[in-house]
């Protein structure tokens, strides 16, 4: 184990993929000699050169059809999408060649690829580049979208999503890039599709992804010393999610609340809340409650953006509102 950060912990795993893999190679703006615009590839163009690392064009549709192009041909392409704002620039040739390639060919033609990119707002970057995008694929069956929360996460995910043979939305969040935590040395792949309990409790269940785990783990800690007992699930999958231990978690406590920063229609945590309420309905004492952010585009105003943004006094005060709630 060795503490380091979270691009660290990226870079890490691409590059023993790169190792691993001769038939890896990286695709994206700015990933070659620059190494990215978060570092994220620095000093891979380098070791590998230009025909692995490979520099391209300001086009997004282009990046992820060659990676689909060549994915079918027996290549395991890793793509950089410099702000996931921009995958409506290549959204068809995700959701119309890579996630339905194994369907429509019966197994003869997978798509190994994945997509990484940078999600989420917090830095004034404004409407273009500050967005949560997992609602847009969401309801795309044949893709996998992952989020990690912490560097040894971010290694052990992007590991496993280089080795899979399914399409990998991989998310990125860029509060995150500067996180530092202990990480495992060497190769390791952490299970796609598997949640962890990051906090055992015994009064309420958090869900949270990415960003939101941290603003969870501190609403928990605060909360112990009134004697609140919370249980923070880090989904780290978000399609296909972990659904067996996000309900144990909830169906153990009887309250819950999800956790998540993309606006509140149509997202993650709808999806998370009418799962719960489904198939834990006679084991929950109060109506989920639901931290995201307001329905509205993100300013570039700071403090503007502050408004918008769930932080972390929301994710205590909907713990707090919901242990007061009856059913």
């Known amino acids: 184990m060795s503490r380091t950060s979270f691009t660290k912990a990226l870079n890490d795993a691409l ?19 620059m190494g990215g615009d978060f570092a994220v590839t620095r000093d891979l163009w380098a070791k590998y050169g230009a025909d692995r690392v490979r520099d391209t064009p300001l086009s997004e549709a282009a990046i992820v059809g060659t990676c689909v192009g060549a994915a079918v041909v027996g290549m395991r392409p890793v793509a950089e999408i410099m702000f996931a704002d921009f995958l409506g620039e290549c959204y068809d ?47 795309v069956p044949g893709i996998v979208i992952v989020a990690p929360s912490n560097p040894a996460d971010a290694k052990g995910l992007l590991l496993a999503s280089i080795e899979s043979d399914d399409p990998v939305l991989f998310l990125e969040h860029k509060a995150l890039y500067r996180a530092r935590g202990e990480v495992p040395e060497g190769h390791f792949t ?44 880090d989904l780290r999958t978000i399609r296909p999610y972990d659904a067996d231990t996000v309900l144990r978690s909830v169906a153990k406590t009887g309250r819950a609340v999800v956790a998540n920063e993309a606006p509140r229609i149509g997202g993650l945590g709808a999806e998370l809340s009418a799962r719960i309420h489904e198939e834990c309905f006679s084991d929950l004492a109060a109506p989920v409650g639901r931290v995201d952010a307001l329905d509205a585009p993100i300013p570039f105003s700071v403090p503007l953006e502050h408004e918008i943004l769930p932080q972390p006094a929301h994710v205590t005060a909907a713990i707090r509102t919901t242990l007061e709630a009856v059913r």
């Open 93 to 139: 040739q995700i959701v119309n060649n890579a996630a339905k390639l194994h369907y429509m060919f019966d197994g003869q033609f997978t798509a190994p690829l994945v997509i990484r990119t940078a999600c989420g707002g917090g830095f004034g970057g404004g409407p273009h580049h500050s967005q949560s995008v997992e609602g847009w694929f969401l309801n």
């Open 190 to 233: 952490t299970p796609l599709g598997t949640a962890v309990v990051a906090r055992e409790g015994t009064d309420i269940t958090v869900v949270a992804t990415m960003r939101m785990v941290a603003m969870a783990l501190a609403a928990a800690e605060e909360l112990e010393a009134e004697g609140i007992s919370v249980e923070v699930v």
């Open 15 to 33: 590059d023993i993929g790169l190792e691993r893999f001769p038939e890896m190679f990286l695709i994206g703006e700015d990933i070659g000699e």
